[in-house]
């Protein structure tokens, strides 16, 4: 896997569909506005400093010992770079 | 407006609201028999006024009556837009949209004794008090940074919150939302459940050593002096917890390991145990999308009926014994599991990517009797009293479904907003809801 930022973006459908999923479906256990829940917070200042490839390894293989899941099922590499990255610069509504 | 002999509401003009309606929010009202009769109302910007003050030209234009009993009303949480719909479970109406209530993700409400107010609790730690019959929000304080439910005592008198962040609980007068009494907790608060006797069970979700805890609070002395039994040490992880419906049984839901652990309300010195060595999360390949909701575990006779935690079954736990004596296969992995009142059924709904399906049960039988497709994402089910008819929210088709429960079929639908949790007001007479 290359540097997350050099990721083919996915397209502007597939974006939708990611917006919807990281507020709705993460955002049970992150909460809707993304400032933590069960899960841990996902705020632009809270993942600022944390490094993308652990980020994007977590959101497709999940965190043992966490109640965190792998969404590998769901997600393409793609996907789970440009949703840390999104996360990272702060996420659209 | 009169409301006809069939009690059918028709709105006509602007759609009651608190505050300031959506820009572009609509409420298509509907009649018992799902007939459109009434007009898409838009709703003016700008139109700022409280209900309280709007009620003598809102009565003429709306269904509201000028004497509304509680008993059949209830709350539709909108979770994205901070919103709640009153609705009325005899009419199948929409009476009014309350909002300003922030962040509603994951946001539960307990009622008053009276049915006449609701507690609602937000993921921004606010909690807000709603006056049921004006629509208006009475108080709302922020009581902390991050909160996930709350509880009523068994005398009304205290509303209790379960706080993620800072974690722990805070009690508050019913009355006036002063902050009576606080339990500071170095854990993510799970599980808080109202007992006999104004005490409350909750649970730590990981304390500083890993462990999972479970506390009780005795607020029946001194409600600013509450009484706290603790039990370390009760397992890893407990993620949910229920109490059963006489108020005796507090069972928190485990997480990092197989079990369930048990306090009998009854007799604290007996200490917490252990049950259901089999149940629980067995495959680290099986992720769980949903945390199952132990809040509702629907009991018929001996038996609990709970989710399995990530796998597709329900399970059958004989509660006189603590075993579980059965499992029915289902479409998902299960979230909630409730028993139509009279236990006949159970309803299922699942966590993504099988969210969009309902499986109806028969408990006689065990096996399924309707496999229902409301739409994505099936989030709360809510039987009305008796269970003639179970609510469901479809969030993302923005609807709240009706339907019957003898033929499980739908009866009516009514717009909402990504609506999730359904609360109608005769919880206010139960443990645990």
Known sequence: ?93 | MSTSAKGLATYHGSTPTCKRAAPGASLLDKTAEGLATGTLTAIKRGVAMLCLCAVPALAAASSIPAIMPTGDLGLVVERASGSLLQVNTSRHAILRRIEGLGDLSHASLVFSRDERYAFVFGRDGGLTKIDMLSGAIVKRVIQSGNSIGGAISQDGRIVAAANYTPGGVKFFDADSLELLAEIPTDSKVVGLEDSTDNRFAFSLWENSHGEGEIWVADLSENPREPRITKFPNIGKQPYDALISPDGRWYVAGLFGEKGVAVLDMWHLERGVKRALPDYGKTDPKLPVYKMPHLETWAMVGNLAFIPGVGRHEVVIVDVSTWQQVGAIPVAGQPVFVIARPDGRHLWVNFAFPHYDTVQVIDVEARQIVKTLQPGKAVLHMEFTPRGEAVWLSVRDANRVEIYDTRTQSKRTELPAQAPSGIFFTPRAHRFGL
């Not at chain 1, 809707?32 to 390894?57: F, M, N, Y």
Request: aromatic share 8%; with cysteine; glycine share 12%.
């Open chain 1, 1 to 93: 896997m290359g540097p997350p930022a050099l990721a083919a973006a996915p397209g502007p459908d597939r974006v939708k569909e990611l917006t919807h999923f990281v507020r709705q479906e993460c955002g049970f256990c992150h909460g809707l506005q993304l400032t933590g829940g069960l899960g841990s917070s996902l705020t632009s200042a809270a993942l600022r400093d944390k490094p993308s490839e652990a980020l994007i390894a977590a959101t497709l293989y999940g965190i043992p010992g966490t109640a965190m899941p792998g969404w590998a099922p769901f997600l393409s590499v793609d996907d789970a770079s440009w949703i840390v990255n999104t996360l990272k610069k702060g996420f659209p509504q």
